[in-house]
């Protein structure tokens, strides 16, 4: 039988787009936009001066290897080059991966608030998703080993977790690729790895170094304040890395990107002073939050996030509702199966102040603590 238009893969009309934080509101008047984990500092005046300097030779096709900032990677990290993948994102990288390992009747496991990217492109290539229980908000390697079938084929952890913003120690992670079996991905998502201070924690360069079957992620996105430009690097075993050259885009990064983005990495300076300052805020945040009864889970990124009291005229709602009336944009997330908490980015000095003086009226109009 033929259709009368085109049609999609099966499985394409279950997937949730992805719905990205608000960004702008009606009216007029400044914004104050702490929903999508954007760092208050800006790029690098490095990066920015790079960034100026490509616009030069806009005309012609970047390096298609993206050569000058997979070295600046790899000698930032002290990484081989030839295993370091660039992309659009983190997010072109995680599609990658699902592209080239995932098709119908395979399972990938990730956790219950897990990013959902996962989820879409798991489902994109037409493999199952598994969601694995978290305990606490924190990665629960047991459940995740629980869900490991003969279908299982990937395994995507963020380490820090968005939109949670805990994370396992090195030594739990180890654990859960050891008992792997060999032939499933481990996905190590790094988006938030340079904000996170305990001695406890590892991104995932040394595990992927010794093993075939570990893939670390990162971006450019957060603390090096490139956002807009879309950079992602991927550290790989080299063997998966000839696989994803084989099907990413010919030029998917932008000479500005690539330019942009090898000048950050360079600027140790910078991102160590932002890297200090959201250390501070993010420390001031929670306490001011909790002196007004929130609940606050201990975060290692540049967010955290913020429980409501179950009492309907202090939930979430309606404290995005009022803060949305003093212009103030922190994130939802029901769509995250966590209705009753709002996400609030590590935003200026100002900003951080400006809202948790309305979440104070919000919460504590007549110096009363509602309880939980």
């Not at 394409?12 to 208050?40: C, H, M, Q, R, W």
């Not at 949670?164 to 988006?191: C, K, M, W």
């Not at 955290?304 to 949305?324: G, T, Y």
């Not at 590590?346 to 951080?352: E, K, L, R, V, Y």
């Amino acid at each position: 039988m033929t259709s009368d238009r085109p049609t999609p893969q099966p499985g394409i009309f279950n997937i949730d787009p992805y719905v990205p934080g608000k960004s702008n509101l009606p009216g007029t008047g400044a914004v104050i936009k702490l929903s999508s984990n954007e760092t208050p500092f800006g790029a690098s005046p490095k990066a920015i001066e790079a960034y100026k300097r490509a616009s030069s030779s806009l005309q012609l096709y970047p390096d298609g290897s993206s050569q000058e900032l997979r070295q600046a990677i790899s000698d930032h990290h002290g990484i081989e080059a030839d295993q370091i993948l660039c992309g659009a994102g983190s997010d072109e990288l995680l599609n990658l991966l699902a592209n080239a390992y995932l098709g119908p009747g395979d399972e990938a496991i990730y956790t219950k608030h897990g990013f959902l990217v996962y989820p879409i492109a798991i489902m994109a290539n037409g493999a199952t998703p598994v969601v694995a229980n978290e305990t606490d908000f924190i990665t629960n390697v047991d459940a995740i080993l629980e869900k490991v079938d003969p279908k299982t084929k990937m395994v995507f952890i963020a380490n820090p977790n968005n939109p949670t913003g805990t994370y396992i120690p090195f030594e739990e992670v180890r654990r859960l690729h050891q008992s792997l079996p060999a032939n499933v991905v481990l996905v190590l998502d790094g988006a938030y790895a340079e904000y996170v201070h305990a001695n406890d924690y590892k991104a995932g360069i040394e595990l992927v170094a010794s093993s075939n079957n570990v893939v670390m992620t990162r971006t450019f996105s957060k603390i090096y304040g490139l956002a807009s430009l879309r950079v992602g690097w991927a550290y790989c075993p080299l063997e998966i890395a000839d696989v994803l050259n084989r099907i990413r885009g010919p030029f998917n990064l932008s000479a500005p990107a690539i330019m942009a983005g090898a000048a950050a990495i360079k600027d140790k300076q910078f991102i160590e002073e932002a890297r200090v300052q959201t250390r501070i805020w993010r420390e001031w945040v929670t306490k001011q939050c909790q002196d007004l009864g929130l609940e606050v889970t201990p975060s290692a990124g540049n967010f955290v996030l913020i429980h409501f009291p179950n009492a309907s005229e202090f939930s979430a709602h309606k404290a995005d509702d009022f803060l949305i009336s003093k212009r103030i944009v922190l994130r939802r997330l029901d769509n995250y199966h966590l209705a009753n908490a709002l996400r609030m980015t590590i935003g200026s000095a100002d900003d951080c102040r400006a809202t948790l003086d309305a979440l104070t009226q919000f919460m504590d109009p007549n110096h009363q603590r509602p309880g939980f």
